[in-house]
């Protein structure tokens, strides 16, 4: 299969004034303006299929956003190539523009003092969408969000919520093969929230459309994406399924605790004897001595089990030999905590250690 999406080592580059503080610092900068470059996206490759939903993430600044204008032709790269739909979106912004459907958080592409739906009716000439066609994805698009009243409202009297989801039944409309959704559910109640999921794969799965998604909501990625690509400071982190995100560092698991019965807080003392306890037992049944990561959270003690090294269940049993459990949970290491951690540029095992 062909990729709908091919960006080949995408540089951009913005030129910044300097600014100096005060009175004199402005009338120097008004005679002699110095400039540096600021580099907001450096190298980004990436190819994308068609029906792809793919999570494009990062921290506030990683260059998302200035990636996402290129791929629309707002931004024309300073190097590299994109080409959307086998079109070069900068090159050729009408025709690009008429197979995508783009949705900015705090832009809005209604009208502000008309009902929603005159807006539906503008884009329908300007995207020159039949008769049919126009009424069936409204319907469609109703059904799937019940809110067929909130089209009769102004633009102005819509809440923030609102006047988003209307914006995405608008990006929707004329049938685009790719969607971008910027910060898409940005205001949104989890009702709401749950509704637009489902309509994105509604019409994901029926008219195979390409979505790009960026979001801080890591709900919207574990519903959504099989694919997330992470940047930072413009580079890839991570291109690979969401799946393989969450084994990036192993088959972690975080195993919980009591084994005292009547204390508010496991002392560092008996943490210390837990773990050469545990790694004691494991020597005995594997004839290795592990390194093993246990932390005490209040009365818990958490232990952060590698399972391609060794079974939870091994686990429990060498606890057994020393320890009475009174209660335990095993948990996932969830999505969010890994892509926070690699936001904040942790280690291996910073990213590992338990919450």
């Known amino acids: ?36 470059v600021v580099q907001a996206v450096n190298g980004v490759s990436m190819e994308i299929l068609p029906g792809e939903i793919v999570g494009y993430l990062g921290p506030n600044g990683a260059g998302k956003s200035t990636t996402i204008k290129m791929m629309t032709g707002i931004l024309e790269p300073t190097s590299g190539s994109i080409t959307v739909n086998g079109i070069v979106p900068y090159k050729n912004r009408v025709k690009n523009a008429q197979n995508i459907g783009v949705v900015f958080g705090q832009r809005t592409q209604l009208r502000w003092a008309l009902p929603a739906i005159e807006s539906f009716k503008l884009l329908k000439d300007m995207y020159r969408i039949s008769d049919k066609e126009y009424k069936e994805n409204l319907e469609l698009l109703n059904c799937i969000l019940g809110k067929e009243e909130l089209l009769q409202c102004t633009v102005r ?37 749950a509704r637009i999921r489902e309509m994105i794969k509604v019409l994901n799965k029926e008219k195979n459309t390409t979505v790009i998604l960026t979001t801080h909501d890591m709900g919207d ?23 393989n ?46 390194s093993i990561t246990v932390e005490s959270k209040e009365k818990e003690v958490c232990i952060l089990i590698d399972e391609d090294k060794i079974s939870t ?43």
Not at 17 to 24: D, K, M, S, Y
């Open 1 to 36: 299969m062909e990729p709908i999406i091919v960006v080949k080592d995408i540089r951009k580059e913005f030129k910044v004034a300097n600014r100096h503080e005060g009175l004199c610092g402005s009338i120097r900068d008004l005679f002699f303006r110095e400039y540096k």
């Open 157 to 193: 009297q819509m809440s923030l919520g609102q006047r988003i989801l209307c914006d995405i039944m608008a990006s929707f409309l004329h049938n685009p093969s790719i969607v971008f959704l910027d910060e898409p559910t940005i205001g949104l109640d989890v009702a709401m929230k």
């Open 221 to 243: 990625v574990d519903a959504l994406c099989q694919r997330a690509v992470i940047i930072d400071k413009g580079n890839v982190l991570y291109d690979d399924s969401i799946e």
């Open 245 to 290: 995100l969450r084994r990036y560092f192993g088959a972690y698991r975080a195993l919980r605790l009591n084994l005292f019965k009547d204390i508010s807080k496991v002392t560092q003392e008996q943490l210390e004897k837990i773990k050469n306890d545990l790694e004691e037992e494991i020597a005995k049944k594997t004839f290795q001595r592990p």
């Open 313 to 355: 269940m091994e686990i429990i049993n060498c606890i057994q030999e020393k320890y009475r459990i009174y209660d335990l949970s095993i948990n996932d290491i969830s999505t969010e905590n890994v892509i926070k951690k690699i936001y904040a540029g942790e280690t291996n095992e910073e990213i590992l250690s338990i919450d």
